[in-house]
């Protein structure tokens, strides 16, 4: 699935990568994928969570390599 | 029953409330203390200590994902986080009161952290600056049983109004009566750590004692009358008053003394620790007045000379 938009927050900790992940969908059309990037592992569980509570899909969390992982979300 | 918050934040200084963190894995019938709107846990333990509030709230009351996970109310979905509390059972969690809690939270700065500190025999610390409040302070200290310091996260610096200088140390409730009781102990008996560095005490009362023939230690003066070996420590009271002088004659051997003077064993040696009022015993502390002769009396009474 291609994003419509991909964020990278490597290096951002909580919860700058939640408020950034918001407002990064909040440009996005219903239905439009968003990619975030991150390495926080913190975020890896909240980032998914916080914006399922917005009641946006969470279609993907994978870990990409050592450190990172990508977290695909559709915008509700 | 000890009163907790009174005695260590008296003697340590502390000028916010202690806060009382329980677990809870049933939801309580009385909710009426939950936060108006979902709050962080950071922030209620804030409010708690510097307005004396209480809360009793649930999952639906947090607004911190990563409190969420450390308090033990989700099980993580993707990664394992660390620190939490697991098994993730927890349903409430009431903060404020300190009867019955699972863990004490402590907000301080660095210098009234080193004196708990040296109270506790040191504090292996474990904290990175992120699931702070929650997972350092709170999660870490009920799952190791074991006291823990956190430097805050931002979330905690953003949203609570905890200043730079701040810091927050949980522990264990049965770590914190430890704590009560070993400086209610230390007041009691005039031990070293009687809350009274002599750099602290009033420079006209430092020349009476050098005028007596002492120096000054760290917290208490030391000097020889006649054959002894003598320490003077003065006590402070509740409000920073100094108040009493602890006179701690270490003599070899074992020996009998009469009261007021107590004794405690250590080795070879015979410590023989006596607690009086000044004015009582006669020693004006600012002049010096009566000093050695009232303290040699003293002992010497004491021990039958």
Redesign the interface.
Known sequence: MKPDKILDIRGE????T?VKSKLAIEQLSSGQILEVIVN???A???V???LENEGHKIIE?K?VSDED?HIIVQKA | MIDIDFVIRSYIGIKYRLVGVKILNEIPKDLSDKPKKPMRHCQMVWEAAVLGKTFTYTLEDLS???A??ALGF?E????D?QPRIQPGNTKAIRIGPIEGADVILIILNPKQLMDVSVLLGGIKAEFK???AVCGEATALPYMTKKPNISLL???AR??ADYKESELVLGLPYEDAVKLAEKISALIKTGGALCGCLVSDIPKQIQLSFKNNGFEKGTDYFFGKIDSYDVRIYLNKDEAGRLNKITIHVPIKGEIIVKKPFEVRKRGQWTDIIGIFEPEEIGINLNTGENLRNTVKDLIEKSIGK
């Not at chain 2, 993580?76 to 990664?79: D, E, G, L």
């Open positions: 900790v909580c919860p700058y939640f926080h592992l913190p890896v569980e909240n998914p969570r916080s969390v870990q992982w | 911190c994902p990563n969420e996970l989700v993580p979905k993707y990664v986080v600056g992120e699931i996260c931002n979330g953003m949203f």
